[in-house]
T-cell receptor, first 117, second 112 residues
């Protein structure tokens, strides 16, 4: 089945130690998104790639970076994790973006839960 | 700002009853609203989307309505089952069409 896969499911890192989360998709979708979700809160969009075009949300801290080396893979890098970065990180894809005639749902992976020691 | 509000954090109902969840939006009316289901420790799963010119949309036991006058969408699950217990998220695109904005969700618990 076509899907969105996130690895690892659980990640523990030390305060200030860089960490990378990965996401792969077999849907061949143009758009890949990274969300941060804290307990009982809405998923919050950090950034997205529309093909190779990177789009950062205005309030995403500089500590968060992303790479998309090809259509299938996308990475989230946290350069110096702080305690406030402990959260579930969700990767999602969609064929296109926007709310025009091609309005598409998003397909999510099961997330990586990041803990900071 | 373009907000999505799901006012009820939790809803508890008995098996067999109809669950009704509310989603309210602010500012401009989105062309579409989407509903997702999220189970604990899992990513959201898309359920339904409804266009602003569709008053109602159905899929099996699910029904979604869209009222642009009230700026509200209602999500109904008929003949609810314990397996329907989950958090349900409402979402809209921002005006630029570059970001999907989610509500906090309503956690539904169906008891047998």
């Amino acid at each position: 089945d076509a899907m969105v896969i996130q690895n690892p499911r659980y990640q523990v890192t030390q305060f200030g130690k860089p960490v990378t989360l990965s996401c792969s998709q077999t849907l061949n979708h143009n758009v890949m998104y990274w969300y941060q979700q804290k307990s009982s809160q809405a998923p919050k969009l950090l950034f997205h790639y529309y093909d190779k075009d990177f789009n950062n949300e205005a309030d995403t801290p500089d500590n968060f970076q992303s790479r998309r080396p090809n259509t299938s893979f996308c990475f989230l890098d946290i350069r110096s994790p702080g305690l406030g970065d402990a959260a579930m990180y969700l990767c999602a894809t969609s064929r296109d973006r926007g709310q025009g005639p091609s309005n598409q749902p998003q397909h999510f992976g099961d997330g990586t839960r990041l803990s900071i020691l | 700002s373009q907000k999505i509000e799901q006012n009820s954090e939790a809803l508890n109902i008995q098996e067999g009853k109809t669950a009704t969840l509310t989603c309210n939006y602010t500012n401009y009316s989105p062309a579409y609203l989407q509903w997702y289901r999220q189970d604990p420790g899992r990513g959201p799963v898309f359920l339904l989307l409804i266009r602003e010119n569709e008053k109602e949309k159905r899929k099996e036991r699910l029904k979604v309505t869209f009222d642009t006058t009230l700026k509200q969408s209602l999500f109904h699950i008929t003949a609810s089952q314990p397996a329907d217990s989950a958090t349900y998220l409402c979402a809209r695109w921002n005006q630029a069409g570059t970001a999907l904005i989610f509500g906090k969700g309503t956690t539904l618990s169906v008891s047998s």
